[in-house]
T-cell receptor
Framework: AQSVTQPDIHITVSEGASLELRCNYS??????LFWYVQSPGQGLQLLLK??????LVQGIKGFEAEFKRSQSSFNLRKPSVHWSDAAEYFC????????????FGDGTTLTVKP | GAGVSQSPRYKVAKRGQDVALRCDPI?????LFWYQQALGQGPEFLTY????????KSGLPSDRFFAERPEGSVSTLKIQRTQQEDSAVYLC??????????????FGPGTRLTVL
């Protein structure tokens, strides 16, 4: 069975500082990997995804993530955080053989200090 | 609108009542998903439709939960005899393609269900 672990429940960074959110997954083969952002009262918005190929993927809003097969990780990064990035972030894994069924982590809440 | 819409946005039900939650996917999207998101947790898969066919309902927690998509567009998630543990945000998502596990899913804003 596939699973996702986001070790950090809550992270606080200063505006302008760099950010890394951790994600570890368990899956028997190469999965599809996703990062979503959820602001209060809003639906989940896809930031980026990994299917195959280049292990460093670029997303919207200046985010990037790197797939590391040896570590079963897909960490999300941003070089300089903006106050508007404060939200909850979810990592998800999707099975290649089961159309679209995704398993999500429990999320990391990001607080941005002025 | 261009996105996935859900109604109602908020629903308060007394324990034992039946509720129906509606999802309007993006026009033309083949796949539709329902997820349940409990407080402080990530979304958990409930069920999946490809057009009108319900291909996977393995995530439905009990036989009190029922979903349908009779014409392959709008979907309704029905919960019978609601219990307090059903309190959660119910998310609907749609995607354009039918079989690709990696197709982008577009999420609605969710329906927050509170069972008293």
């Amino acid at each position: 069975a596939q699973s996702v672990t986001q070790p950090d429940i809550h992270i606080t960074v200063s505006e302008g500082a760099s950010l890394e959110l951790r994600c570890n997954y368990s899956y028997g083969a190469t999965p599809y990997l996703f990062w979503y952002v959820q602001s209060p009262g809003q639906g989940l918005q896809l930031l980026l995804k990994y299917f195959s190929g280049d292990t460093l993927v670029q997303g919207i809003k200046g985010f990037e993530a790197e797939f590391k097969r040896s570590q079963s990780s897909f960490n999300l990064r941003k070089p300089s955080v903006h106050w508007s990035d404060a939200a909850e972030y979810f990592c998800a894994v999707g099975a290649r053989t089961n159309a679209g069924k995704s398993t999500f982590g429990d999320g990391t809440t990001l607080t941005v200090k002025p | 609108g261009a996105g996935v819409s859900q109604s109602p946005r908020y629903k308060v039900a007394k324990r034992g009542q039946d509720v129906a939650l509606r999802c309007d996917p993006i026009s033309g999207h083949v796949s539709l998903f329902w997820y349940q998101q409990a407080l402080g947790q990530g979304p958990e898969f409930l069920t999946y439709f490809q057009n009108e066919a319900q291909l996977d309902k393995s995530g439905l927690p009990s036989d009190r939960f029922f979903a349908e998509r009779p014409e392959g567009s709008v979907s309704t998630l029905k919960i019978q005899r609601t219990q307090q543990e059903d309190s959660a945000v119910y998310l609907c998502a749609s995607s354009l393609v039918g079989t690709s596990g990696g197709a982008n899913q577009f999420f609605g804003p969710g329906t927050r269900l509170t069972v008293l």
